[in-house]
C-alpha cells in the first residue's frame, strides 16, 4: 500500500581527537578541548539534528490533499576518538574504551529520541484532515512539527536528568571507596611520622653511648620494621586511591 508520508534519515559521525597518556591527562584534554553547546558548557560528545519536511500536493483538486510528504531528518554525532590509544596501557586503555562506549550510548539515546519523535511526527501528519487550502494545510503541518520539537526537547531534558542520576549513582561506590582509603591513609602516614621521631630520637640516644644497648637495639628494629610494613601499606593505599580516582573522573 502507498504511503504519501515517508520518514528519510541521514546519519553521520564525526570524531574529535584527544590526547593524553593515562586517565587524568586525558580527563584533563577532554575538560580543555571538547566541544561546548549552546550554554557554553563541555560536552564529551554531541547529538545534532535537524529536519525539514517536502510536500506536494495533489493539483486540480478544490481542496489540498497530500500527494506525498517525505520527513527528511540528519544526524550528526560527534564522538571522542584517542589519538594513540593503542599506546595506552592496560588501566589507561580500559578506562577509555569504557568512557567511550559511555558516550556512545548516550548519544545513541539521543538518536533513538529523535527517531522516536520523527516517527510520531509522521503518524500525526498522516492523521492530519483534508485542508480546504494548501496554506491551511502548511500551518497544520508547522503547528505539528513545532509541537513534536518542543515534545522532543522535554525527552531530551528529562533523559539528562535521569543520565546524571545514573552516573551519580555509579560514582558514589566509587567516592566511598576514595574515601575510606583516604581515611586509612592519612592514620599510616600519620604512624610513619610518629615513627620516624621514635627512628630519630634513638639515634640521638645511641650517640651518647659509650657501648651497644640491647634494649634500644630492639627498639630501633622493631619501629624500622614497623615503618617499612606502613610505607608498603601506605604505598598500595596510594596506588588503589589514584586508580579509584581516575576511574571517578571517567565514569560517564
Same mark, same amino acid.
Given at each position: 500500500?502507498?504511503?504519501?508520508?515517508?520518514?528519510?534519515?541521514?546519519?553521520? &559521525?564525526?570524531?574529535?581527537?584527544?590526547?593524553?597518556?593515562?586517565?587524568?591527562?586525558?580527563?584533563?584534554?577532554?575538560?580543555?578541548?571538547?566541544?561546548?553547546?549552546?550554554?557554553?558548557?563541555?560536552?564529551?560528545?554531541? &547529538?545534532? $539534528? $535537524?529536519?525539514?519536511?517536502?510536500?506536494?500536493?495533489?493539483?486540480?483538486?478544490?481542496? @489540498?490533499?497530500?500527494?506525498?510528504?517525505?520527513?527528511?531528518?540528519?544526524?550528526?554525532?560527534?564522538?571522542?576518538?584517542?589519538?594513540?590509544?593503542?599506546?595506552?596501557? =592496560?588501566?589507561?586503555?580500559?578506562?577509555?574504551?569504557?568512557?567511550?562506549?559511555?558516550?556512545?550510548?548516550?548519544?545513541?539515546?539521543?538518536?533513538?529520541? !529523535?527517531?522516536?519523535? %520523527?516517527?510520531?511526527?509522521?503518524?500525526?501528519?498522516?492523521?492530519?484532515?483534508?485542508?480546504?487550502? @494548501?496554506?491551511?494545510?502548511?500551518?497544520?503541518?508547522?503547528?505539528? $512539527?513545532?509541537?513534536?520539537?518542543?515534545?522532543?526537547?522535554?525527552?531530551?531534558?528529562?533523559?539528562?536528568? +535521569?543520565?546524571?542520576?545514573?552516573? +551519580?549513582? +555509579?560514582?558514589?561506590?566509587?567516592? %566511598?571507596?576514595?574515601?575510606?582509603?583516604?581515611? *586509612?591513609?592519612?592514620?599510616?602516614?600519620?604512624?610513619?611520622?610518629?615513627?620516624?621521631?621514635?627512628?630519630?630520637?634513638?639515634?640521638?640516644?645511641?650517640?651518647?653511648?659509650?657501648?651497644?644497648?640491647?634494649?634500644?637495639?630492639? !627498639?630501633? $628494629? =622493631?619501629?624500622?620494621?614497623?615503618?617499612? *610494613?606502613?610505607?608498603?601499606?601506605?604505598?598500595?593505599?596510594?596506588?588503589?586511591?589514584?586508580?579509584?580516582?581516575?576511574?571517578?573522573?571517567?565514569?560517564?
Amino acid at each position: 500500500m502507498f504511503d504519501p508520508v515517508v520518514l528519510k534519515v541521514e546519519r553521520s &559521525t564525526k570524531y574529535y581527537d584527544v590526547r593524553g597518556a593515562n586517565s587524568s591527562e586525558i580527563f584533563d584534554y577532554l575538560a580543555a578541548h571538547n566541544e561546548t553547546d549552546a550554554r557554553g558548557r563541555r560536552m564529551a560528545g554531541s &547529538t545534532a $539534528s $535537524s529536519a525539514r519536511l517536502e510536500w506536494s500536493a495533489l493539483p486540480g483538486t478544490a481542496s @489540498c490533499y497530500l500527494q506525498r510528504l517525505t520527513i527528511l531528518l540528519n544526524l550528526v554525532v560527534t564522538l571522542p576518538r584517542h589519538e594513540y590509544a593503542d599506546g595506552l596501557q =592496560d588501566e589507561a586503555r580500559a578506562n577509555w574504551d569504557r568512557l567511550v562506549k559511555r558516550i556512545a550510548e548516550h548519544e545513541q539515546r539521543h538518536v533513538d529520541i !529523535e527517531l522516536e519523535f %520523527a516517527r510520531k511526527l509522521q503518524t500525526q501528519i498522516r492523521a492530519l484532515p483534508t485542508a480546504a487550502s @494548501c496554506s491551511e494545510l502548511r500551518m497544520a503541518l508547522d503547528a505539528a $512539527s513545532t509541537t513534536i520539537r518542543a515534545e522532543a526537547g522535554r525527552a531530551h531534558r528529562q533523559f539528562h536528568i +535521569e543520565d546524571v542520576a545514573r552516573r +551519580e549513582a +555509579e560514582r558514589r561506590p566509587i567516592r %566511598a571507596l576514595i574515601e575510606a582509603d583516604g581515611a *586509612k591513609l592519612a592514620i599510616v602516614d600519620s604512624e610513619i611520622w610518629g615513627l620516624e621521631r621514635i627512628l630519630a630520637d634513638i639515634a640521638r640516644r645511641r650517640a651518647g653511648l659509650v657501648t651497644a644497648d640491647e634494649a634500644l637495639n630492639r !627498639e630501633e $628494629s =622493631d619501629a624500622a620494621a614497623r615503618k617499612v *610494613k606502613l610505607q608498603e601499606e601506605s604505598k598500595e593505599l596510594r596506588g588503589r586511591m589514584d586508580s579509584n580516582i581516575e576511574k571517578y573522573k571517567l565514569t560517564w
